[in-house]
């Protein structure tokens, strides 16, 4: 059973965030040992949504009080209180339009079980498409030796993001397939995410036009299609990695979205909804996923299908 210490340090910076630690319980690591698994909410919300809460699980040994951690996990935090407020926090939208929800993630890496000298967390993504979709894709993100040196700590708060986006990448570039079931495909975290020389991660080079297109699309589909309309948060720095910009950059796509007629900006500037011209561009938005979902089809590895259960 994790600390008590534990349970107050992660119920103190909660707090400081505007979270509320709803519910806490021990869990099980992959490889043995245990955690500790805190379920947030914005506080104050009352009987929060299932697709409204935040699952945080650390270490039950999780150092939070050392300064080169704390401060990483306060910032994840404040990020986590701000995609509270979307209508659906757990999705996120790719590059070339697939909406996807991420969930089932058992944090922190595990070493992996098949002698090879990589850390593993497992998790799931699935299509988010306004349907009742049963299409997924089964997770195993691998951290080679060398890619863990740059990572401060193998746990939820400081992979989490980087994990994310090298899904949403590895899903863009055709190497995932979802599907109705099926073992878990390997996305590799390896340098080619990470820049030594600027000590960034990198994911996509992106145009001004390329990064308003997404956003176009994140409106459409998590706010219009998925949220009933709610504002979505249009500067969340996750987006801004994914795309290799600043959360600056987000803020002048933003504004020409709004001078164009495409977004209604919130009481909050940094959330908007999408106006019904862009919700009249439904079939471009679909056919953009049409297109997306049918080229991840052929470039898929079929030998990758089967024989994948050992991660």
Wanted: net charge negative.
């Amino acid at each position: 059973m994790w600390s008590e210490v534990l349970a107050i340090q992660v119920e103190a910076a909660a707090r400081t965030a505007g979270l509320a630690v709803i519910s806490s319980e021990a869990g099980d690591r992959s490889s043995g040992g245990g955690t500790a698994k805190f379920l947030l909410a914005l506080a104050g919300a009352a009987a929060p949504k299932d697709e409204k809460v935040q699952l945080l699980e650390l270490s039950e040994r999780f150092e939070f009080g050392r300064p080169d951690l704390k401060d990483a996990v306060q910032a994840y935090l404040a990020e986590a209180a701000k995609r509270l407020r979307n209508p659906r926090p757990d999705c996120y939208l790719t590059l070339h339009g697939i909406p996807l929800s991420f969930g089932q993630f058992g944090w922190p890496f595990h070493e992996s079980t098949s002698g090879a000298d990589t850390s593993l967390v497992h998790g799931e993504v699935r299509l988010e498409d306004g349907d009742e979709s049963v299409l997924h894709a089964k997770i195993a993100a691998s951290m080679t030796v060398t890619f863990r040196d740059v990572v401060a700590a193998p746990e939820q708060p400081f992979a989490e993001g980087f994990v994310y986006n090298a899904v949403r990448k590895t899903m863009d570039q055709g190497q995932l397939e979802l599907v109705k079931s099926g073992n878990r495909q390997p996305v590799p975290l390896t340098t080619r995410f990470y820049s030594p020389k600027h000590k960034t991660f990198s994911f996509n080079d992106t145009s001004e036009a390329q990064r308003r297109g997404f956003l176009a699309g994140k409106l459409y589909w998590l706010s219009g299609v998925l949220g009933a309309g709610e504002p979505v948060w249009l500067l969340d720095p996750r987006d801004a990695q994914y795309l290799n910009t600043s959360v600056e950059d987000l803020r002048r796509s933003v504004e020409i979205l709004v001078a164009e007629g495409m977004m209604l900006a919130a009481e909050d500037a940094e959330y908007g909804a999408p106006t019904a011209r862009l919700m009249e561009r439904r079939e471009v938005f679909l056919a953009e996923l049409a297109r997306a979902l049918e080229a991840i089809r052929p470039a898929f590895n079929e030998e990758m299908r089967h024989g994948l259960t050992n991660m």
